[in-house]
């Protein structure tokens, strides 16, 4: 059973950067893509970014951080990254690391393993 969690959480004022990691353990073998995803109380969860996790090192962003959130780390080191700048109040929310065998996705019930969540509270 692949394991997930993640880490770097916390609290910091707008502008400010954050990273978090996702260490992998367990059959990364069952891997082909990662990714992270986020959720406030009373919404969606909701795609942040992906990578695939072998040699080709495909990623996607949404949207809302493309430019501002860096996605890293692959099977060499079996952990993940997602460095976050220019970090906004709207960026409060649990972030959670996933992970699914299978092509690159940003629907979240394809991924099939699931972190425990960190927080990350941007204040104005």
């Known amino acids: 059973q692949v394991q997930l969690v993640e880490s770097g959480g916390g609290s910091v004022q707008a502008g400010r950067s954050l990273r978090l990691s996702c260490a992998v353990s367990g059959p990364t073998y069952a891997i082909d893509t990662m990714g992270w995803f986020r959720q406030v109380p009373g919404k969606e969860r909701e795609f942040v970014a992906a990578?695939?996790?072998?040699?080709?090192?495909?990623?996607y962003y949404a949207d809302s951080v493309k430019g501002r959130f860096a996605i890293s780390g692959g099977n060499a080191q079996n952990t993940m990254y997602l460095q976050m700048n220019s970090l906004k109040p709207e960026d409060t929310a649990v972030f959670y690391c996933?992970?699914?065998?299978?092509?690159?996705?940003?629907?979240?019930?394809?991924?099939?393993?699931w972190g425990q969540g960190t927080q990350v509270t941007v204040s104005s």
């Open positions: 996933a992970a699914r065998r299978g092509a690159l996705t940003v629907r979240d019930n394809e991924y099939h393993y």
């Open positions: 990578v695939s996790w072998w040699k080709d090192r495909i990623t």
